[in-house]
């Protein structure tokens, strides 16, 4: 115990005594740590968040958008006949008896302005079904009807966000706003959903009937993007197919003759997958570079702590010439390679903590400080001073004791 | 005769260069009783080195027996080794080797790090290397550095650094070689102050009238011991001082 003790006091004595050099060769470990750290916690963060996100969308949710798939994921391309019609949307509602809802949906951004607030926020065009299938419900007032996208009415909901910029505690149901100039009446008002894993805000929305947008606001023919709802979890790959097929069939498309779709589907459960597999290729390179991080500070370390065994050949002469064995020296010198690695592992903890709160708060992520993930560091960077400091511990205990007498 | 606290028989050192063999020892036969002061001197290259190096278990002979109080160590391990350095021998050497940046105080419980038979709290490991600063002179730099004191103040601290265990023995190569002789004189009170306590003390030197403060005077030639005399006009720290 008292043994022990007085390693470890000789051991951070030697550290401090080259406070610049530890620090340097500690540098490998801070960032190999900090990485350790920081990719676990936001990994996780983010995959909260993605969770929650796609959970927002609505259940059993499905999104058809044009343009044909690619091998990295959706091409959101505007090509000449990738295009939805508002009679695919007709198509999948009547023909479709998997899904439940559908709806076309467009979108655009617009300046708001009630009274003398303004606000420059998302316009969302989209049908009754609409807070059906995005399971979106209204805090006061009503959805738009069905007459009303038809006749493209002039009436819209507003998400919170909307509310809070232009009417701040005033009741805003049977007000009258601005967009782009136009006059809508506000009809009723959204209930708070929350962030998204981009760092948007979803309630920062005004949803007005999709005929209205199209026509009034955008000028424009075709549909953005259909999104719809399958009858139950389990007719999601039915629906997925059904809707596939009818498209094909609408669009003309020959699989057969090699013709690719002219448009991509969406569920729920893929977008959640693919965002998974995002944050975890973004994890394989945040473990990547700790990894190597990790490698090049456990080098560093056994460098520096070769140059120690040669710097003081005599002290560890006269250790041995006073009593010290080879285990005690090797001790010494594996306790000091440890010291400078859990050092460097404690402020690549603090380094860690201090990245992932940052990106944290810029991506409006909620912070995960898991405890995991810092007793992992932890042990990481001792278990990189222990390989790491092994050999030049081995070394210096194996010394003859009188060539190290006379070393110069 | 007190009882030999150590016995020497046909010790041979070989240090095999390659193809070439150097005898740097070639049956050295010694009894050194308890309580001698025994100086050792040769030309360079004679084996008092090596000689000093077996007897202070740093080394093991080529061949012969070396019993050191009334063990024989001539064929311990490593570590067994290393214990007898701890308990039985105080080191003192030629240029001090004190750590540096280390307080005298710490310098001198350094060989109490190693020892089993060291007390178990701090305050009487401070006591105890106090008391064996106060022995050389020094009580007063407890918490100096080696940088901070004089060559022959660090040979003392050296000295107390070897008396802390309580050896058997103590060593010294060339102690003094690294004095003025003002200092040298300094020292060697000290080496014979503690053996007129009862300690044996073995001690190389080159320079005769440092020799002379011995009771013994073991001269070696190419590895063999020449002449093994007594000092005859001994020289006495208590007469040097009144004079
Ligand atoms: N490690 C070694 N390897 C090979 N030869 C050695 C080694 N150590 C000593 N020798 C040789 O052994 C012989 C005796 O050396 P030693 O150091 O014992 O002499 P010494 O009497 O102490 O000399 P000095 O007065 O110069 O210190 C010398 O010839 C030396 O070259
Ligand atoms: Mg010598």
């Known amino acids: 115990m ?32 900090a990485c350790v750290v920081a990719t676990i916690g936001i990994g996780e963060g983010a995959r909260l968040q993605a969770e929650s996100q796609f959970q927002s969308l609505g259940t059993n949710f499905i999104m058809v958008f044009p343009g044909a798939t690619t091998s990295s994921g959706a091409r959101m391309g505007h090509g000449t006949n990738s295009k939805l019609s508002e009679s695919d949307v007709e198509a999948i509602r009547s023909e479709i008896q998997s899904v439940a809802y559908v709806s076309a949906t467009i979108r655009t951004a617009a300046q708001v302005i009630y009274g003398n607030q303004n606000w420059s926020t998302g316009i969302q065009g989209g049908e009754v079904d609409w807070p059906l299938i995005r399971s979106w419900n209204l805090s006061s007032g009503q959805f738009f009807t069905d007459a009303d996208n038809r006749a493209a009415a002039k009436v ?34 959204l209930d708070k959903k929350g962030g998204s894993a981009m760092g948007s805000d979803q309630d920062d929305v005004i949803v007005a009937p999709y005929q209205t947008v199209r026509k009034k606001i955008m000028g424009t023919t075709a ?34 003759a090699g013709q ?46 070769l140059v120690s065994v040669t710097e003081r050949t005599r002290e560890i002469g006269v250790r041995m010439a006073i009593g010290a064995k080879g285990r005690d020296i090797r ?53 990189v001073g222990v390989a790491f400091g092994f050999y030049p511990a081995l070394k210096a205990s194996r010394l003859d004791p009188i060539e190290a007498l006379r070393y110069e | 005769m007190p009882a030999p606290v150590i016995e020497i028989r046909d010790l041979t050192r070989v240090y095999k260069m390659g193809e070439t063999e150097v005898r740097a020892l070639n049956g050295v036969s010694l009894t050194v009783a308890r309580g001698e002061f025994v100086a050792v001197m040769g030309p360079s290259g004679s084996g008092k080195s090596t000689f000093m190096n077996i007897i202070g278990c740093l080394d093991r002979p080529t061949s012969g027996t070396y019993i050191l109080d009334g063990v024989d160590v001539s064929r311990l391990s490593r570590d067994e080794r290393a214990e007898i350095r701890n308990d039985k021998i105080g080191f003192v050497f030629q240029n001090f080797n004190l750590l540096s940046r280390t307080s005298a105080l710490e310098n001198v419980e350094l060989p109490l790090l190693y020892s089993k038979k060291a007390p178990a709290t701090t305050k009487e490991r401070d006591a105890r290397a106090k008391a064996c600063l106060s022995i050389v002179g020094l009580e007063g730099r407890s918490d100096h550095t080696p940088s901070q004191l004089s060559g022959g103040q660090q040979q003392r601290v050296a ?51 440092i020799a002379e403060y011995a009771k013994r005077v073991v001269v070696f030639k190419d590895g063999q011991v020449l002449t093994d005399t007594p000092v005859v006009k001994r020289r006495l720290v208590a007469a040097e001082v009144s004079r």
């Not at chain 1, 399958?230 to 057969?256: D, F, G, K, Y």
């Open chain 1, 2 to 33: 008292r043994k022990a003790t007085n390693i470890l006091t000789v051991a951070f004595r030697s550290m401090f005594r080259n406070k610049l050099r530890s620090l340097l060769t500690a540098l490998g470990i801070i960032i190999g740590v």
């Open chain 1, 156 to 189: 819209c909901v507003l998400g919170q966000t909307v509310v809070q910029n232009l009417f701040g505690s005033e009741d805003p149901v049977g007000k009258t706003i601005r967009i782009k100039n136009i006059p809508f009446r506000v009809v009723g008002v």
């Open chain 1, 223 to 256: 549909v953005g993007v259909i999104i719809a709802s399958a009858a139950s979890n389990e007719m999601v790959p039915q629906a997925q197919e059904e809707i596939t097929q009818l498209l094909r069939q609408r669009h003309r498309i020959n699989r057969a």
């Open chain 1, 260 to 305: 690719e779709d002219d448009f991509t589907m969406r569920t729920q459960t893929e977008m959640l997958q693919q965002a998974e597999q995002q944050a975890q290729t973004m994890s394989y390179l945040l473990w990547s570079i700790a990894g190597v991080s990790l490698l090049v500070g456990g080098i560093g370390i056994m460098n520096i702590m």
């Open chain 1, 331 to 383: 001790a010494q010198f594996l306790v000091e390679a440890v010291a400078l690695a859990i050092t460097g592992g404690t402020l690549g903890i603090g380094l860690g903590v201090f990245i992932q709160k940052t990106v944290a708060r810029f991506a409006g992520w909620p912070v995960s400080l898991n405890s995991d993930g810092v007793l992992l560091a932890f042990v990481f960077s001792a278990l």
């Open chain 2, 159 to 209: 000295i107390a650094r070897s008396l802390v265990n309580d050896p058997t023995i103590l060593l010294a190569d060339e102690p003094t070689g690294n004095l003025d002789s003002k200092t040298s004189d300094d020292v060697m009170s000290v080496f014979q102050r503690l053996n007129e306590e009862g300690r044996t003390v073995i001690l190389i030197t080159h320079e005769h009238d």
